[in-house]
């Protein structure tokens, strides 16, 4: 929240406030506008330096796109945005990218130089051998009509899959939602019996920088068909039970 941030700011005097505003990992959650807005304020008053990752702004498939914080008044000289393409071309090639203030790009690079040279070469070419060969505007489509239908079979079914109680959200695009099972229960210890009926999750716990939520969890739906979802939802109904 805008505010509790500008109170954050002045008791703890950061330089640099990191963000992933897009379908946020693990919450799938996205920041509105105004919220941008206001976090962008807040950096241009408190002299903040924003780091903007977004890896997953390219996976929306449903609602409009909201405009990075990078574009909002007061931040655009003080804002790196970073994406990747680990989400949309290949994780194994760990290759990203940054767009920021010139004043800021030679200090990246050192800080990049010193923590693991450089990126593998060869791995750039492979993937600007990919960009120049392929339509990747052609595969996101593709990704985003699967991931679609992959999220929408877990919406389907989690109301019978998840105890009475539970709550959850419906991200726009990304890679996983975030649930909530009935205060009282704790997501880390039931994955023990999940895997025992060959499912898994990720606990919500680890993610939490404060006093952490057990009742949380993190549910990906990317990986496999709505037929192989369907089926991963009845196996956690019964790991429930
Ligand atoms: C928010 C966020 N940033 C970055 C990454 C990874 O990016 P890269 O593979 O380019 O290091 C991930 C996930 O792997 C992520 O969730």
Redesign the pocket.
């Known amino acids: 929240m805008p505010d509790a941030l500008d109170a954050l700011v002045t008791a703890e005097r950061p330089k640099l406030l990191y963000l992933?505003p897009n379908f946020?990992?693990p919450t799938g959650r996205t920041l509105p506008l105004a919220r941008r807005r206001a976090v962008a304020e807040v950096a241009a008053r408190r002299g903040l330096w924003v780091v903007e990752?977004d890896?997953?702004g390219e996976l929306r498939f449903s609602g409009e796109p909201v405009q990075w914080i990078a574009g909002c008044a007061g931040a655009e000289d003080r804002t790196v945005l970073?994406s990747?393409?680990?989400?949309v071309m290949a994780?194994g090639l760990?290759?990203?990218w940054l767009r920021g203030p010139a004043a800021l790009r030679r200090a990246c690079v050192i800080a990049k130089q010193a923590a693991d040279l450089h990126t593998s070469t060869v791995d750039q070419a492979a993937a600007a051998r990919y960009l120049a060969d392929r339509d990747l505007d052609a595969h996101l489509a593709t990704v985003r009509d699967a991931y679609r239908l992959r999220r929408d079979a877990l919406l389907a079914g989690l109301a019978d899959a998840l105890p009475v109680g539970s709550s959850w959200n419906r991200p726009d695009g990304g890679m996983f939602l975030w649930a909530r099972l009935p205060s009282g229960h704790d997501a880390t210890a039931l994955l023990k019996q999940a895997v025992a009926h060959h499912v898994a999750y990720v606990p919500g716990a680890p993610f939490f920088a404060g006093r952490p939520d057990p009742a949380t969890m993190r549910l990906s739906f990317t990986t496999h068909s709505p037929e192989e979802i369907a089926v991963g939802l009845t196996r956690l109904a019964k790991a429930f039970a």
């Open positions: 992933v946020q990992n990752d890896p997953y970073l990747s393409f680990s989400k994780p760990r290759l990203g």
